[in-house]
């Protein structure tokens, strides 16, 4: 995704070189004076701001927010949509793109008139920091049922969320007919976000549900293997997911590419599978090291596969050999990595990018930590991807530790290719032309 060049003008020549920046150096450029890029002369005087200048592109041929950097806060929020017509529909999403373009570029929020309610929440401050956020819009199989011709274009794989074997799904925190995933380096960036759309669409959306997550950044060290981050079962999570930087291999496994199965206005974008996974940690808190990692198919402190060298070389990248182990002797036939990923020819068809947050949510009524996984990962292909993986996990001996209690599967909306583009725009298109 390419910053465009009016876009450059307008935030000044820091921000380009901003965005360019991997994640991590984003994070540390993070401490830039609040008037140094985000909007002009005014933006000079405002209050210090402990939010950062970090800028992710909104615009590009994918939505932010897939195979860009994760940063630390996530947060995915469901809505009921409420769009009568064609019409209701490209309102929603031209105030959607627009509401996007501002909170995710950053600037000031003047506030004309006492008399009338402040132009937003105000907990960012006067001038809204960028903060890495990105805002990426998906849409349910529900969408397409509405009443607004759109039941030709329903993308092919795109339908409710079964409900698998192990799942307690909780009707309140399920579906829905839009979903938007927030992602930025600070928690209150995303909730600050989240009120502006709400406010902005208040006549076309109606929460549903949200559940917030994060995930600790572990900065590089020169000449180290990257880190992954670790889950609430204390395991490193993340280490085999597929490089995003490797365009050619997004192409193939996140992206809807032009001329296949999909109706054409779908081109660019992806499927999103999301899960509310609880984890019964105090359970797992009781139960071996030898067993969790049995279970896992991993070294709980490197991250290191189970055929891995064990003189302490090893680290979270050693890459599996299964066909050296066919009984299952060091990695078990059973554990989470082996059913998810296989590895063999037949299983690449099956690839997903994971991109989930850590969620805690306080306690349950009979006192246990009410916490989890916010599992989001994304495919080109649901079927193929998100729900050919979790019919081979179904059973798995993890799941005595976890419950998926929510989630939904939506269709991430193609990207917003510059300035007149908005977002939904080639499905509206399609619509209208049917
Ligand atoms: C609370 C639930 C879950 C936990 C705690 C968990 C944990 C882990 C851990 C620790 C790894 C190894 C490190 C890594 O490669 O990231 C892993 C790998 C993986 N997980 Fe999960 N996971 C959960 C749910 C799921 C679900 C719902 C799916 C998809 C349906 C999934 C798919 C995968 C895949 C594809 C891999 C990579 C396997 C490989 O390529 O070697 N996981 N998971």
Known sequence: MSLPSSRRQVLGGGIGLLAAMPATALARAGGASAGSQAGGSQVADAPRSTHTQDLVPFQGVHQAGITTPRPSAGMIASFYMLAESLDDLERLFRTLTERIGFLTRGGQQPDIDPLLPPAGSGILGPVV?????TITVSVGASLF???LGLADLRPRHLRQMQAHPNDALDAALCHGDLSIQFCANTPDTNIHALRDIIKNTSDLLVLHWKQEG????IPSMPGQPEESARNFLGFRDG????NSNDTPLMDRIV???PGGVEPGWATGGSYQAVRIIRNFVE???RTPLGEQEAIMGRVKPSGAPMDAPVDGSATEH????YDRDPQGTKTPLDSHIRLANPRNAASDANLILRR???YSNGVTKSGQLEMGLLFICYQADLEAGFITVQKRLDGEPLEEYIKPIGGGFFFTLPGIRDDADWIGHTLIAAARAA
């Open 356 to 358: 989930p947050f850590n």
């Open 318 to 321: 050693h890459v599996p050999d």
């Open 145 to 147: 049922n509405a009443d």
């Open 129 to 133: 920091q960028p903060d890495a956020l």
């Open 214 to 217: 994060t995930v600790p950044q």
């Open 239 to 242: 280490s085999a997911n597929p």
């Open 283 to 285: 359970r797992w808190d």
């Open 255 to 257: 992206w809807v590419a």
